[in-house]
């Protein structure tokens, strides 16, 4: 199974300023057929279920912010937000979908300093 | 709009079964594999289950195997998940959620208690 692991588990970011989730996949998640990373990124707010942000490690989810951004190749992915707003408050969670079992990170909770 | 509603969730004793069901409406459903997904209570989500787009492969999580079932029908717009031998570690929200790739559109959810 593909292990993915996120860091840090929770972090603190005052409004307007950058926060940085990285997610690291214990193999590559490269997918042969387009050559792009089957890595996707999702935010779950309390009471709701997971809404999609970013997939193939970059392509941003249709209505999703531009302060949303996704970086990354291989095994290594980041998720930036840009300029931290009060509704950005939310656990977000990555995810392989190369394999089954498809795999999450363990998700980071993102707060308002 | 795309709509995916779950329901069948409940409370039932350990080893009892409870059969979910998701209705969905929106997109062309035989078009697309879907999925189920859980998620403890204070836990991080974990895929359970998806299915072909005409139901010809089936997966799982280990965990759940032998004990689970996915199914559609496509006529009906329907996905379901019969579950039994259900256990304590099995409580959760239970999700259905389109797979294209990844998980793109996602239903409200439904509580399974497993508890005596």
């Known amino acids: 199974d593909i292990v993915m692991t996120q860091s840090p588990d929770s972090l603190a970011v005052s409004l307007g300023e950058r926060a940085t989730i990285n997610c690291k996949s214990s193999q590559s998640v490269l997918y042969s057929s387009n050559n792009k990373n089957c890595l996707a990124w999702y935010q779950q707010k309390p009471g709701q279920p997971p809404k999609l942000l970013i997939y193939w490690a970059s392509t941003r989810e249709s209505g999703v912010p531009d302060r949303f951004s996704g970086s990354g190749s291989g095994t290594d992915f980041t998720l930036t937000i840009s300029s931290l707003q009060p509704e950005d408050v939310a656990v977000y969670y990555c995810q392989q979908y190369c394999d089954i079992p498809r795999t999450f990170g363990h998700g980071t909770k993102v707060e308002i300093k | 709009e795309v709509q995916l509603v779950e329901s069948g969730g409940g409370l039932v004793q350990p080893g009892g079964s409870l059969r979910l069901s998701c209705a969905v409406s929106g997109f062309t459903f035989s078009d697309y594999w879907m999925s189920w997904v859980r998620q403890a209570p204070g836990k991080g989500l974990e895929w359970v289950a998806s299915i072909k787009q005409d139901g010809s492969g089936t997966y799982y999580v280990d965990s759940v195997k032998g004990r689970f079932t996915i199914s559609r029908d496509n006529a009906k717009n329907s996905l379901y998940l019969q579950m039994n031998s259900l256990r304590d570690e099995d409580t959760a929200v239970f999700y259905c959620?389109?797979?294209?790739?990844?998980?793109?559109?996602w239903g409200q959810g439904t509580l399974v208690t497993v508890s005596s």
């Open positions: 959620a389109r797979e294209n790739y990844c998980f793109d559109f």
